[in-house]
């Protein structure tokens, strides 16, 4: 039953190859730092404390914990890390571009010698635009879309590879194709779209070093002496897709060799490099691949591959056929009611792929390089020979973060769309968090990002995606605090926006969208319990606040910017923008408190709880009347109002009640970005659990099931994307996967598995598990995987029959809350419920019965308590 575990003590760390690592580690004259054994149930998050750590080092390290009863366990297997380049001054390496201009993207490559056998080699690479690093004729790296996203201008990543193993005596080739990607390509929104948004031309960056048996060193960098010609790939472009002519390549081009090609010089240019950080984000990997489910035919005899998912990243190509033959690759998210390629929602995107064959008889196997796709059908024209499965198959590529849940009901249907939320977050983190992956847009909303981060920290240990993106946010942010709309900033929010009559001089921040600031360094704080994020974001957190009270004015109520809104809600229902941007002040003023607190803050503390205090002093004053009723009364009113805890203690019956009231009287939801993610909280928090799964569960339009009845795979843009009748929202934005109205993910999570974490212990230090079984789900099974381990809950119902099984990981607490029981009535393990064996406390509140546990697995069964009386 229960098992628990107690303080972690000892960390040891040494410099040392990875095969040494393990003897060193026992060497104390060799050991970095011994943190001793600390005496504490924290075994997370324990930051290296030792001597400051160089340039290249390479640090192994291993640790071992006591039990409660003071025992230790064997040392772990040694784990290592190791440094980047720290110092400005560790770079000799130069920018390099090709000299003669050339549509085409550059092969560049530099022959060199190594004198003796190798003990060490590492390339650090990066680039202007997107890069592929090769070496004696092999891809280096698994990384895809190198060097990333991110605000080029502040913070330009750059890779690390190692290449002790692939480097000979003699002589070697490094090379690299170098692509406009997001940085010198076609990138923006609508009509602020941009060509080149951060330079006019590529360049490419590295630095090779060596070092040999004998200790001492070579270092190869981009200089004057690499060369350049142009690659087979005539064109490529994020949007656009790629154009690629087999009969161009050059087999020797990155290899010893004869080389057939016209080779010129590159230019070389001495830049700052004060903008260079170490990759920070997980990388950009293929992830899976899809078989096609199917071939179909066009109406215009075109032959479409159906991958039977919308997915994101690319299709490898597979065909044997005369040289110069092109085959072309549309690729669309849904088919029209001809069933030909729908791509009038890509509104300009191209996602074509063109491939001319080399034509040399072999079968001619091309993936893309510098471009993704958002599609579920690729249509083929020109393909020699018929079209098969084994012609296309589809590459997922996304940022390689590890699924961090499982979740399954008896309806099959949650099931979906369960699977339609991850999949939507898969196609919206290719290193970024973006609202869409498909159209001319593909770009860091922070909305988008902000209301879908928990559903977000759920599926996926996004920490180092998120903490990544958030130094973007900051890097990005106005001197006067306001958060742009998209990170990066590619839209220059505040220069170019669209609308500057309506937007005033300096009123680049919209409620719910900049709020991003403050709202997912909290949900990262939840999810994993580190304060550093906390630390790092302070800043920019308390800017964002700065500039909302700047806004807000003395009567510290957000009126007359431009804002969002409760964007793309159902129907014409309109949300007050000025409600919503004071409710959204309060939010952020709120955790900016708590985050205060984390920090140990005190007078900031203060100081935030006063401000929120009156801040939802003037939400009440402006915008609640007496019976309760927030604003024009429409459902994301009552969600955020009551959401946010804004509104006095006796007044939330009432509210709710109106919210429900709404939502019995309409059927069915209205609400956009903004109020969807809070809606099925308000109501089950406040007494109606079973509006809310009748919302949940519905399969007409508007729901979140209603896509699944015209076959979605992802979250769609808009409520009703394809209509019943089967025509379609206006193109210009239609995205059949925008993960925002995903947000109910949380939900499913918290309420229906009921997992959530404790924002007084974070990081599932303590859980609470608080199932609410309703909905005629009879069995619900998820599992989260926190840093301490897997949490599991996984319930039935047969007749009044509960039972719950949950699993809480070592080192760990939960508060288990057992929805209409009694104690009298509760077995666990098939004996009554006492206090004893890992549980450490047992609560009935008339209602509900609530355990305080440890780790451990326990299964508790009864026959439920006549509840779920609604109001
Ligand atoms: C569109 C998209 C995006 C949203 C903005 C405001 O570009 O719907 O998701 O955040 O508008």
Redesign the pocket.
């Known amino acids: 039953m229960a098992e628990t575990s107690g303080p972690q003590r000892l960390t040891r760390l040494a410099t040392a190859s990875p095969e040494a690592a393990a003897s060193a580690l026992d060497n104390d004259s060799q050991l970095l730092w011994d943190s001793g054994g600390i005496d504490s149930t924290d075994s997370t998050h324990r930051v290296y404390s030792g001597p400051r750590l160089r340039s290249r080092q390479r640090c192994s390290w291993r640790v071992r914990i006591w039990d409660d009863y003071g025992t230790p366990s064997e040392w772990s297997a040694p784990a290592w890390w190791e440094m980047g380049l720290l110092e400005l001054s560790d770079w000799s390496a130069q920018w390099i571009e090709p000299d003669a201009p050339s549509q085409r993207v550059p092969y560049l490559r530099r022959r060199f010698a190594l004198r003796d056998e190798v003990a060490r080699a590492r390339v650090y690479a990066t680039s202007h635009g997107l890069y592929q690093l090769y070496l004696n004729g092999h891809r280096i790296g698994d990384f895809e879309l190198t060097p990333g996203f991110t605000s080029y201008h502040k913070r330009l990543q750059y890779q690390t590879y190692d290449l002790t193993e692939s480097l000979r005596i003699g002589d070697n080739v490094i090379g690299a194709l170098l692509g406009e990607g997001w940085y010198a390509g076609v990138l923006g929104?609508?009509d602020a779209w941009d060509n080149k948004r951060y330079g006019e031309h590529t360049s490419f960056f590295a630095q090779l070093e060596v070092t040999y048996r004998d200790d001492t060193t070579d270092t190869i960098v981009t200089d004057e002496h690499w060369r350049s010609s142009p690659s087979p790939i005539l064109n490529s472009g994020v949007y656009a897709g790629e154009t690629y002519d087999a009969r161009l390549e050059q087999t020797h081009w990155a290899n010893l060799g004869g080389l057939n090609g016209l080779w010129s010089r590159v230019l070389a240019r001495i830049l700052p490099h004060d903008g260079l950080v170490a990759q920070h984000g997980p990388p950009i990997r293929k992830i899976q691949e899809l078989v096609p489910k199917c071939i179909l035919r066009a109406s215009t005899g075109e032959t479409i591959v159906d991958l039977g998912q919308n997915m994101v990243g690319w299709v490898r190509l597979c065909a044997r056929g005369p040289a110069g033959t092109t085959i072309t690759l549309r690729h669309g998210e849904i088919l029209d009611a001809k069933g030909d390629l729908y791509t009038e929602n890509l509104i300009g995107a191209g996602q074509t792929i063109r491939y001319i064959l080399r034509g040399t008889g072999a079968i001619e196997v091309y993936e893309p390089h510098f471009t993704f796709q958002g599609f579920r059908y690729v249509s083929i024209h020109g393909y020699p020979g018929e079209v098969t499965v084994g012609s296309i198959t589809g590459v997922v590529l996304h940022s390689d973060m590890a699924q961090a849940s499982e979740f399954a009901t008896s309806d099959d249907r949650l099931n979906q769309l369960h699977h339609n939320v991850v999949w939507s977050q898969k196609g919206n983190s290719v290193d970024i968090p973006t609202?869409?992956p498909q159209r001319l847009?593909r770009?860091g909303?922070?909305?988008?990002a902000q209301v879908f981060a928990a559903t977000a920290a759920f599926n996926m240990d996004v920490a180092l995606f998120f903490t990544k993106w958030l130094k973007d946010l900051a890097a990005d942010q106005y001197p006067n605090g306001s958060v742009p709309?998209?990170v990066p900033d590619v839209v220059r929010t505040i220069e170019v926006a669209p609308l500057p009559e309506l937007l005033g001089k300096e009123a680049a921040g919209?409620a719910g969208?900049g709020d991003a600031a403050t709202v997912i360094p909290w949900e990262l704080y939840l999810a994993y319990g580190d304060t550093r994020v906390l630390q790092e974001q302070y800043a920019s957190m308390a800017k964002w606040v700065d500039y909302q009270r700047a806004r807000a004015g003395d009567q510290l109520v957000w009126s007359g910017d431009y804002q969002?809104g409760d964007?793309?809600p159902f129907g014409d229902v309109s949300t007050d923008t000025d409600l919503i941007a004071t409710a959204y002040f309060a939010r952020s003023v709120d955790l900016l408190g708590r985050t205060a607190q984390a920090l140990g803050k005190d007078d900031d503390v203060l100081r935030y709880r006063i401000l929120f205090r009156d801040v939802r002093a003037a939400f009440n004053r402006t915008f609640v009347a007496t019976d309760a009723k927030v604003g024009g009364g429409t459902q994301t009113a009552y969600v955020l109002a009551l959401q946010f805890d804004l509104l006095p203690p006796e007044q939330h019956a009432a509210a709710a009640g109106l919210l429900a009231a709404s939502v019995r009287s309409t059927g069915h939801l209205t609400t956009g970005?903004l109020g969807t993610p809070g809606l099925l909280f308000a109501l089950s928090k406040f007494g109606y659990l079973e509006d809310a799964y009748r919302l949940l569960l519905r399969d007409n339009i508007p729901s979140w099931l209603y896509p699944l009845t015209h076959g979605a795979t992802t979250i769609w843009?808009n409520w009703d994307g394809i209509r019943p009748d089967g025509s379609l929202q206006d193109p210009s934005?239609n995205?059949f996967n925008?993960y925002?109205k995903g947000a109910v993910g949380e939900w499913m999570y918290r309420v229906i598995a009921g997992i959530s974490a404790d924002s007084t212990r974070p990081g599932y230090k303590h859980s609470r598990i608080s199932p609410k079984p309703g909905g005629g789900l009879h069995r619900v099974r998820a599992s989260h995987s926190t840093l301490y381990g897997e949490l599991s809950t996984s319930w039935e119902i047969a007749g009044s029959t509960f039972q719950l099984v949950v699993s809480i990981p070592a080192n760990t607490t939960a508060t288990v809350t057992l929805p209409s029981a009694t104690v009298q009535a509760i077995l666990e393990s098939g004996e009554p419920l006492a206090v004893g064996n890992g549980i450490t406390s047992v609560q009935d509140d008339g209602a509900d019965v609530t355990v305080e546990l440890g780790s451990g697995s326990y299964r508790f069964s009864y026959a439920m308590a006549d509840s779920h009386s609604e109001p």
Do not use: K
């Open positions: 929104l609508g609202d869409c847009e770009l909303w922070t909305g988008d709309w998209v919209a969208w969002w964007w793309l970005f843009e934005m995205s925008h925002a």
